[in-house]
T-cell receptor
């Protein structure tokens, strides 16, 4: 099966604290990997995507960063969280431009 | 560049009534078009997609969408709404690279 694991499901962090969200995929090799953020009433915003190990494209300049240390691992990080970083973070993958995205179950991040 | 506009952030229908969710896109290349559904606190699931070929696309749960190039539209319809259809629906466009761009979403309410 082609599965995406995201954790944790829920996270509450104080402003200024670091962040690390991990996403791992199973059942496919060399996937394209994506981080999206969903804020209330604002749809899905593409944050980062990766087409291979060590290859990261950033879509929105901000205090978040992403890394892909292994083929099936995609990590979203921040050194210091802001209130505006609150939202629902979704990891996704596909294997081609015309292929559908498979989504993980998401992480609800609340920065207080 | 690609973009998606979903008309109406909220749509309310009665059970058994027609569902129509509107989506217009902008793309400088032949687009790949998708509709996804999201249930509360979950990731997104693909309803249907259009890449090439037949412009009327049938998806899961009785939904279908028609690609109209002249109108740059990809509206989602279902002849008869069911209570279980209540969710948020996202239109998305791809084909301009590795990115998939999502609309802001339309929340569908179904009244008994």
């Amino acid at each position: 099966s082609q599965t995406i694991h995201q954790w944790p499901a829920t996270l509450v962090q104080p402003v200024g604290s670091p962040l690390s969200l991990e996403c791992t995929v199973e059942g496919t090799s060399n996937p394209n990997l994506y981080w999206y953020r969903q804020a209330a009433g604002r749809g899905l915003q593409l944050l980062f995507y990766s087409v291979g190990i060590g290859q990261i494209s950033s879509e929105v300049p901000q205090n978040l960063s992403a890394s892909r240390p292994q083929d099936r691992q995609f990590i979203l990080s921040s050194k210091k969280l802001l209130l505006s970083d609150s939202g629902f973070y979704l990891c996704a993958r596909n294997t081609g431009r015309d292929e559908k995205l498979f989504f993980g179950s998401g992480t609800q991040l609340s920065v207080l | 560049a690609q973009s998606v506009t979903q008309l109406g952030s909220h749509v309310s229908v009665s059970e058994g009534a027609l569902v129509l969710l509107r989506c217009n896109y902008s793309s400088s290349v032949p687009p790949y078009l998708f509709w996804y559904v999201q249930y509360p606190n979950q990731g997104l699931q693909l309803l249907l997609k259009y890449t090439t070929g037949a412009t009327l696309v049938k998806g899961i749960n009785g939904f279908e969408a028609e690609f109209k190039k002249s109108e740059t539209s990809f509206h989602l319809t279902k002849p008869s709404a069911h209570m279980s259809d209540a969710a948020e629906y996202f239109c998305a466009v791809g084909g301009g690279g590795f990115k998939t761009i999502f609309g802001a979403g339309t929340r569908l309410f179904v009244k008994a």
